[in-house]
């Protein structure tokens, strides 16, 4: 088995000029001794490190008020994150005009892969992390995940390992560094560093944290609620082809040629694509506006929840937390509790043997610029469960079983934050009868123009950046 706990090898850096996207794909073709001992790893992890998370009302989540005057529930500190409301307005999609609770957190997360060449073969630190809202509570996440407060000990607990790499410069040498969104319904404005440091020396081991290859993360992203979101946000903003060996005019060979390809095989040119895309965010009209949360409409606060009386969309809970093995070992927080699974999908088509995927603009409150690229369908399919509700637009393609299943994993949103948050990431395929003409919020574009998008802040929604991440997941070598 390739991964390794507890190294102290010197790491074989490889030739001084070799390609990041060649070391890259060497990791990614490497499996390990496969995603079995690695989920026992997972689970010792747990089993070693006992935790309890209870559901509270809000008169027991010590640290937490609602606002005298707004009624926004706040931490006592003024740190960590709020609930407050958010009224909205946009002609997008014929026009819409609603009140919600909204998730502010000023805060600049960190979420950080340290890598490092062992046996000449990349390999990323992996921690088996606990978060409150997860499901199985400790999933595969990036070496630190942490928040300003967190790692400025807001909190008053101890300080996030690693986490030395990512903010004090000369550690490390940068691999990725850029600026992202989170989910723009239930954050206003919420923004991550998606960051990839490579190191040269030894690093110490830790109990909690794994080396592992593209390949091996890859190989557990076909296995539900392991990989956590922010590890797959972090992944899709590495500059990695796809490998289509042995595939020649299959599925695997028109994925490859797709993260891979120039724009002479795309449909439309990266420019065109950038092109279409600022038209689409000139297009729509978008106004938010912070009000106090006890004034959103339609909404009902009892003593242990916020939620919408149909019993759609979501609702803001309370819950008690302990945990062995974070920086803190008690604490309370409020959680968002989608009411429904979450669905995210591509539909893609083969075109002059070029896998293309059909992206869509998506407008959602929270967004910094109105309009990020999203998945073909985002949505909860159960939102659109009653007579003569519209229904997202290739959403009924999606689930009808009329197009080539190639993906169908549900995976968690971030646990943090997000309670039981589980999403269905499917990537279908239709065949070449299927129009290349599409309406005006959609394109069709390359993965190799989708990570060019990635490489840019606030060009590609979270939902898109996980999908293209588990894409890689499909390919024989992986």
């Not at 490190?49 to 989540?61: I, N, W």
């Not at 490390?172 to 239930?186: H, I, N, P, Y």
């Not at 899709?236 to 993260?259: I, N, V």
């Not at 109105?370 to 399919?381: A, F, I, K, M």
Request: hydrophobic share 40%; charged share 25%; with cysteine.
């Amino acid at each position: 088995m390739s991964v390794h706990v507890a190294v102290s090898l010197r790491p074989d850096r490889g030739s001084p000029g070799a390609d990041l996207a060649d070391r890259l794909a060497l990791s990614a073709r490497r499996r390990g001794g496969g995603p079995d001992l690695l989920v026992e790893w997972m689970a010792a992890c747990r089993e070693r490190s006992p935790f309890e998370v209870a559901r509270v009302p809000f008169d027991r989540l010590d640290g937490w008020r609602f606002a005298r005057r707004s009624g926004d529930l706040v931490h006592r500190s003024g740190r960590f994150f709020s609930v407050q409301g958010v009224d909205v307005q946009t002609d997008y999609g014929g026009g819409a005009e609603w009140s919600q609770p909204i998730i502010d957190q000023p805060d600049r997360s960190i979420l950080g892969i340290l890598a490092r060449e062992i046996d000449g073969v990349l390999h990323f630190l992996m921690q088996a992390k606990m978060e409150p809202g997860n499901v199985g509570t400790v999933q595969l996440s990036p070496t630190v995940q942490a928040t300003t407060s967190n790692y400025q000990r807001a909190h008053n607990g101890g300080v996030a390992p690693y986490l030395e790499y990512f903010t004090e410069p000369g550690r490390a040498r940068v691999m990725v560094d850029v600026l992202q969104s989170e989910q723009g319904s239930w954050f206003r404005g919420k923004r991550n560093r998606n960051v990839v440091m490579e190191v040269d020396g030894d690093v110490v081991p830790h109990e909690d944290f794994v080396w592992m290859t593209l390949g091996e993360l890859y190989a557990l992203l076909r296995r539900p609620n392991v990989v956590n979101m922010d590890a797959r946000t972090v992944l899709s903003c590495l500059p990695l082809p796809a490998d289509g060996a042995g595939d020649a005019g299959g599925f695997c060979a028109a994925l490859g040629r797709s993260t891979s390809t120039s724009d002479d095989r795309a449909l439309w040119s990266s420019l065109e694509v950038g092109s279409w895309l600022t038209g689409r965010k000139a297009a729509y009209a978008l106004t938010t506006r912070q009000v106090p949360l006890r004034s959103v409409r339609g909404w009902t606060r009892t003593a242990g929840e916020i939620h919408h009386p149909s019993g759609r969309f979501f609702r803001i809970i309370g819950v008690d937390v302990r945990a062995t093995n974070r920086e803190v070992r008690h604490w309370c927080q409020p959680l968002l509790e989608p009411c429904g699974q979450g669905l995210v999908a591509f539909v893609v088509r083969r075109i002059e043997g070029v896998l293309h995927v059909l992206a869509r603009a998506d407008v959602r409150p929270g967004y910094r610029d109105v309009v990020e690229l999203g998945p073909t369908v985002q949505c909860t399919p159960g939102n659109f469960a009653a007579a003569g509700e519209r229904r997202p637009a290739f959403l009924d393609l999606v689930l009808s079983g009329g197009a080539a299943v190639r993906y169908d994993v549900l995976q968690s949103e971030e646990g943090g934050r997000f309670h039981r948050a589980v999403t269905r990431h499917m990537v279908v395929e239709v065949d070449g009868d299927f129009p290349l003409e599409t309406p005006g919020d959609f394109a069709w574009v390359t993965l190799a123009q989708l990570k060019r998008l990635i490489g840019s802040s606030y060009q590609v929604n979270i939902e898109a950046r996980s999908l293209v991440t588990c894409v890689h997941a499909l390919t024989g070598a992986a």
